[in-house]
């Protein structure tokens, strides 16, 4: 078996969970085309024996399948060379149970990620192993999180340069934010990057120059927050990492600031709900912009950064697409961090706009949440225009392909308090549809013309992530287990199938050993959109599920729990 | 408390010459002071009547499950004192709040930890069985908080806990929320017959 | 010392003197009103005999007058009494220029006080003690995490609500150094009446040492049996509702202890602080102040005295 050197993927792989370092989840096989997917079907699945959420990508090198399950986290390698795709390995790495407690929104796992052999994941329990791809032994591991200050782990690494790239989960627990940097081989920790506190914790120093006035000036990180405040402020990284390997810069976005009652952290809250670009070698911060300063809502700023090319006004510019959780689509020049465009892509009522010349939002008075006062009518909801779920640009159309919900709340802020390991939150929500009645789309975004290039609407939240290939298709799933492939020129469905359960996973696709063109995802109904099932939450009460409850009451009657790996090709 | 009677003077020295109708009269305002008292009465220290007596609720003494080998020994019901009086199921709301287990299992219906206010009881739905919960934890992501939180303070939890599926005395509970309304008044649902069952999964948690 | 006849600001002199102006306007008519009463008493008996129906005419005409001329004194005096105290008011109610601003929350049964500042990282959070600088106005900005209390220190400034869900605000501006006493001034629940906080006014220079004092975080316990009792604390029911900043332990539910040790009293003014009433006030505060929110602890007597130890440390 020959695996590759690299950390991206090769024409016909998917080696990490974006595919490319760019996170542009676009694959150039073509071979699944708008004009043969009508004839795809099933070619193999696989039951995971798990039922919560299955938010991971499948990921495939060297005729092997490696897919990852929500807690416990099981490592499953399945051999695509032989018929039917029979288990090489399963690891197991057997994660403490109790970090179930402190795993907020299900608990979830984004992603195994490969390179140079060897796989990279992270545990519940805030573990970072490496497996060997070959033989599924165990070559390091070490513990980074922990869960009595209410740490877990969630997010896909990313392998930059023989460095694992790994941060934590727990903005509802108070925890501390903070990214890390593994030695590939060994897993010796070679710096860890703050996400509040002092400069010399955050990595900030001499060549740090964000381009807002508000971002500059001595540990932020400090004076921007209550005393104290800043230690249990949140700004956890457990959404995802792109690279730029010619400006040699990292970006990834920060979570909400801890607790979601604003009131309880006057100040900006550095660095939370922003995003970082910085040097991998060193982890020194280049640049930050903060999508939300102050957060009111917990609209983390973890969504994918999406590195493309595009022109602005007649030239081209390299930048990085970011459509944030508050609802605005951020075109943002990645060398330096000046925000180009930010235009809503669903209806938001909580920010007017976005100041181009200080790079702050301008707050709507009337939806700040005050103690003792319910606010109604908060657009959008605290899962934001769109969470985690990550979307997929196609250099073809030069449509980004956003998978998101449509959804707002009332909600009542409470003083909350901190007590180590145990939720941090003060807020009560109840969640409804948004404008129109529907809860979920996926909107094509044009980011040029800042306008949105079609929208199919949903019933459910579109919890999944988006594909896109060559073949003109973009794939995605339902939170109720629809798995559709669409026209990427005009949103036309030219394909569906329904799954076992729910889908919030990643769809990729592959070139099998069989020289056929696969898709695969995985269905398994989770993740805090899926909750109500994967849970068995009581719907009556509406704060369920940190306010899902509400949202998806009718979510049980329309799928049930599950944690299989669905594959297709073309007949 | 009951209002004075305003009959005529003749009756109710008549009354008062009848022993009988005099007996009758103070059992039924003794009884009603009685659970009067039983609704209102604010114990504010551990030692005294109102916490359970430690050897009847000991947690060595819970079992969580139904099967038995030999003949099965009834299961234990529990002391209920607390849930008849409204000021203990209001200071363990207040308490659920403070310790953040809404964080975890809301209003009653469930995030990270499973629902209470539903029939279904993983570890026992006893007053006894939720007082070890609390205190000794369990596996899939339920604290321990032994030494944290002091055991009046705890059955005053599981009293409201109770109250949230209906197993508390309905005069007790509270009858409105202080805060956004995000499910029917605790009074209006209807109580739910606890059974000993684990989420149809299985596995979880 | 708390006394609103003892007025120690411009503020609550304007009040004193309010209060001293309705007292000898209302003494002058009361004395007036008593004299005639006795004057219509003694003259009534002597000309009871007299009269005849010509002199009633007359009777009725005088006292007509005599009616129309009291009820228009009463009328002005009332008018009168009336303006100074709205005079009064929209003076309290002029905002002063660059206000010290704090923010005062009431809860059963203590006062939790913040400072504000420009720089977030400088917000102060104390409890039960309010210190200000002589001179300066004060703005109290207050509100309530549960029922409705009524913050009052009599010598320096009159009662204002505190209600949850709403904030009101009022100025308090102390002229002179020195403690004086506050007390809620509506009924809260049982304890009430130990719901006490102090007032230390002192001078500028002080009072920004005594702040940035406050800023600092929690002492390093520095004996052995310190050490032990911050283990205590960390590790028992304490750091379920405590804060000591510098530490594992941010609650917020009931007072800050970072700098304990530097607080007169503890338990809003119930108790003197000091080593043998903390030990007594953490063992069993229902015995002191029965339905305050505070558990009894079980700790065994050495953890009980390394806490204590620790606490007193908290300077």
């Given at each position: 078996m020959a695996f590759s050197a690299h950390a991206q993927s090769s024409a016909d792989e998917w080696a990490i969970p974006a595919r490319d370092f760019a996170n542009t989840r676009f694959s150039p096989l073509a071979d699944i085309n708008a004009g043969n997917v009508g004839s795809l079907t099933v070619s193999f699945t696989f039951s995971t024996g798990y039922l919560r959420g299955h938010e991971a990508a499948p990921i495939v090198v060297g005729g092997r399948m490696f897919i990852i399950t929500p807690y416990p986290n099981v490592l499953f390698a399945l051999d695509l060379r032989s018929a039917g795709a029979p288990m090489l390995w399963r690891f197991e790495p057997?994660?403490?149970?109790?970090?179930q407690g402190v795993a907020c929104c299900d608990v979830v796992n984004r992603g195994v990620t490969y390179a140079d052999g060897r796989l990279f994941f992270n545990t519940l329990d805030g573990q970072t192993v490496a497996v060997d791809a070959e033989s599924g032994r165990e070559l390091w591991r070490v513990k980074l999180g922990n869960i009595n200050l209410g740490e877990s782990m969630t997010m896909a690494p990313l392998v930059v340069k023989n460095k694992v790239l790994v941060g934590n989960s727990g903005g509802e627990f108070g925890v501390r934010g903070w990214l890390t940097a593994l030695d590939a081989q060994t897993g010796r920790q070679l710096w860890r990057a703050y996400s509040t506190g002092p400069d010399k914790d955050v990595l900030i120093g001499p060549d740090f120059k964000p381009f807002y006035e508000s971002d500059r000036g001595r540990d932020l990180g400090v004076s921007s927050w209550p005393p104290g405040a800043w230690q249990r402020g949140g700004g956890t990284v457990w959404g995802w990492i792109s690279y730029d390997p010619e400006l040699n810069l990292i970006y990834y976005g920060t979570s909400n600031p801890g607790p979601w009652n604003p009131e309880q952290r006057p100040g900006d809250n550095k660095w939370t709900a922003g995003v970082f670009a910085r040097d991998p070698d060193s982890g020194e911060a280049r640049w930050f912009y903060q999508f939300n300063p102050h957060d009111l809502f917990d609209y983390d700023g973890v969504n994918e950064n999406v590195l493309v090319e595009i022109p602005v006004n007649g030239t081209p510019r390299k930048v990085l697409l970011h459509p944030d959780r508050n609802g605005y689509l951020y075109v943002i020049d990645r060398a330096s961090g000046e925000v180009i465009s930010a235009k809503p892509f669903v209806h938001v009522n909580t920010i007017e706009s976005v100041d181009l010349k200080s790079g702050r939002p301008n707050y709507s008075q009337s939806r700040i949440p005050q103690v003792g006062k319910v606010v109604r009518d908060?657009?959008?909801?605290?899962?934001?225009?769109?969470?985690?779920q990550p979307s997929a640009w196609s250099p073809q159309t030069k449509l980004l392909y956003i998978p998101h919900q449509n959804l707002c709340q009332d909600e009542e802020v409470t003083p909350a308090n901190y007590i180590a390991g145990t939720p941090y939150i003060g807020a009560t929500v109840k969640m409804y549809p948004g404008p129109g009645g529907h809860r979920g789309a996926l909107t094509a975004w044009d980011p040029v013309g800042s306008r949105v290039a079609w929208e199919i609407t949903e019933n459910f939240p579109v919890w999944s992530g988006a594909l896109a290939t060559a073949g003109n298709l973009v794939f995605y799933g339902t939170l109720d287990g629809w798995f559709k492939a669409v026209d990427a020129r005009n949103g036309k469905t030219l394909w569906q199938f329904k799954a076992g359960s729910g889908i919030v996973g990643q769809p990729v696709t592959y070139r099998g050993p069989d020289g056929k063109q696969h898709i695969a995802v995985m269905a398994g109904v989770g993740g805090w959109a899926g909750g109500v099932v994967a849970g068995d939450l009581d719907t009556r009460d509406a704060s369920a599920g940190d306010g899902w409850a509400a949202a998806v009451p009718d979510l049980p009657k329309f799928t049930s729990k599950g944690g299989t790996l669905y594959v297709f090709s073309l007949k | 408390m009951c209002s004075r009677s305003s009959e005529p003077r003749e009756r109710a020295t008549a009354a008062l010459l009848s022993p009988y109708r005099a007996g009758v009269a103070s059992v039924v305002v003794v009884m009603l002071l009685l659970c009067a008292c039983e609704r209102e009465e604010r114990q504010f220290s551990a030692q005294g009547g109102s916490s359970p007596s430690a050897a009847s609720m000991a947690p060595a003494s819970i079992t969580l499950s139904d099967l038995q080998p030999g003949v099965s020994t009834q299961a234990r019901r529990g002391e209920r004192e607390l849930e008849v009086n409204a000021f203990s199921i209001s200071e363990g709301q207040r308490l659920y709040e403070w310790f953040n287990c809404n964080g975890c299992h809301a209003n009653g219906g469930g995030a990270i930890g499973p629902a209470l206010m539903d029939d279904v009881w993983i570890y026992g739905s006893a007053p006894a069985n939720i007082y070890a919960t609390i205190v000794q934890g369990r596996p899939n992501g339920m604290p321990s908080f032994r030494g944290r939180i002091p055991e009046q303070q705890v059955w005053q939890i599981v009293a409201y806990v109770r109250s949230l599926s209906g197993q508390a005395r309905k005069d007790a509970m509270p009858s409105r929320t202080d805060s956004m309304q995000v499910k029917p008044r605790q009074v209006a649902l209807p109580r739910e017959e606890p059974k000993s069952s684990a989420p149809p999964s299985g596995n979880q948690p | 010392m708390h006394s609103a006849l003892q007025p120690v600001g411009p503020r609550a002199e304007l009040i004193a003197d309010l209060m001293l102006l309705f007292f000898a306007v209302s003494a002058v008519v009361y004395v007036i009103v008593i004299a005639f009463l006795v004057w219509a008493i003694m003259r009534a008996r002597e000309r009871a005999v007299q009269l005849g129906p010509a002199a009633t005419a007359q009777a009725d005409r005088k006292s007509k007058v005599a009616v129309g001329v009291g009820a228009a004194l009463t009328v002005l005096t009332l008018a009168g009494l009336a303006a100074s105290d709205f005079i009064v008011g929209a003076i309290l109610r002029q905002p002063p220029a660059d206000p010290l601003r704090v923010l005062v929350t009431g809860h059963q049964f203590w006062w939790e006080i913040e400072y504000d500042d420009p720089v977030p990282g400088n917000r102060l959070r104390t409890a039960n003690e309010l210190h200000i600088p002589v001179g300066r106005p004060v703005q109290l900005i207050f509100t309530s995490r549960d029922v409705i209390h009524s913050f009052w220190i009599p010598s320096a400034m009159g009662k204002m609500d505190l209600i949850p869900g709403r904030t009101t605000n009022e100025i308090i501006q102390v002229s002179q150094p020195g403690t004086f006493t506050g007390q809620c001034a509506e009924f809260c629940g049982f304890q009430h009446s130990k719901m006490r906080l102090t007032l230390h006014a002192r001078p500028a220079e002080e009072f920004d040492a005594w702040r940035q004092r406050q800023l600092a975080p929690a002492r390093e316990p520095q004996t052995q049996e310190a050490r032990r009792g911050q283990q205590v604390f960390m590790q028992s029911s304490c750091i379920l509702c405590h804060s000591v900043q510098g530490t594992a332990a941010a609650a917020t539910v009931a007072p800050d202890l970072t700098h304990i040790a530097s607080r007169r009293t503890i338990a809003a003014g119930s108790l003197p602080n000091t080593p043998s009433a903390l030990a007594s006030w953490v063992l069993d505060p229902q015995r002191i102040k029965p339905g305050s929110r505070m558990p009894a602890s079980r700790l065994p007597p050495d953890d009980l005295s390394a806490l204590v130890a620790y606490l007193t440390s908290l300077q």
């Open positions: 057997k994660p403490s149970a109790s970090a908060i657009c959008p909801h605290a899962g934001g225009g769109k969470d985690w | - | -």
